[in-house]
Each structure stands twice: as structure tokens, then as C-alpha cells.
């Protein structure tokens, strides 16, 4: 009896940058990205607390301590990535 699944074959996209460089190049990406999202936190932290009159009074604050905590968070996190996973091709 013939298998009637066929496999997908497609190719593969090259990384821009073999070895530790790609890693730390993700790294970076991932860095953008988490502070993207702790900005977006901090202005929903201030447009839910925040006075009618002043709508966006504390955004500074509010943008400090959520940069601190998601930044820190994500370094803990990749940096027991990178001491974790010395060879991620071979994961």
C-alpha cells in the first residue's frame, strides 16, 4: 500500500550571519522587539490610570519602570539562552 502523503519539499533561505554572529544578530531582533511591546505596556498602563485631564501625564514613569522590567526579564532570559544552548544547530 503506496503512502498518499507526498513530502513538501522547499528550499531552505541561507542565514545571513553562520554561527555565534547569527546568534547574537537574533539577539538584537529580539531586543527590538521587547522593547516595542514594553512601550506599547506603558502607554496602556497610562491611558488606563491616567486623570481625564491629563491623558498622558505619566507616560515618562510609566515608560522607565516598564523598560526596566521587560528588558531585564528578556536579558535574563537570553542570556541563559546563549549559556544554555552553546551550539543551537545541533538542538
Not at 537574533?26 to 521587547?34: D, F
Not at 506603558?42 to 491611558?47: D, G, K
Amino acid at each position: 500500500m503506496r503512502n498518499s502523503l507526498n513530502r513538501i519539499r522547499a528550499p531552505v533561505a541561507p542565514d545571513p550571519a553562520p554561527g555565534r554572529s547569527g546568534r547574537f544578530l537574533r539577539g538584537w531582533r529580539w531586543l527590538l522587539a521587547s522593547a516595542s511591546l514594553n512601550t506599547v505596556i506603558a502607554l496602556a498602563l497610562t491611558l488606563a490610570s491616567a486623570p481625564a485631564d491629563r491623558p498622558l501625564g505619566g507616560f515618562g514613569w510609566n515608560l522607565v519602570h516598564s523598560q526596566c522590567i521587560g528588558l531585564a526579564i528578556w536579558g535574563l532570559i537570553d542570556l541563559g539562552r546563549l549559556w544554555l544552548v552553546p551550539d543551537e544547530s545541533r538542538q
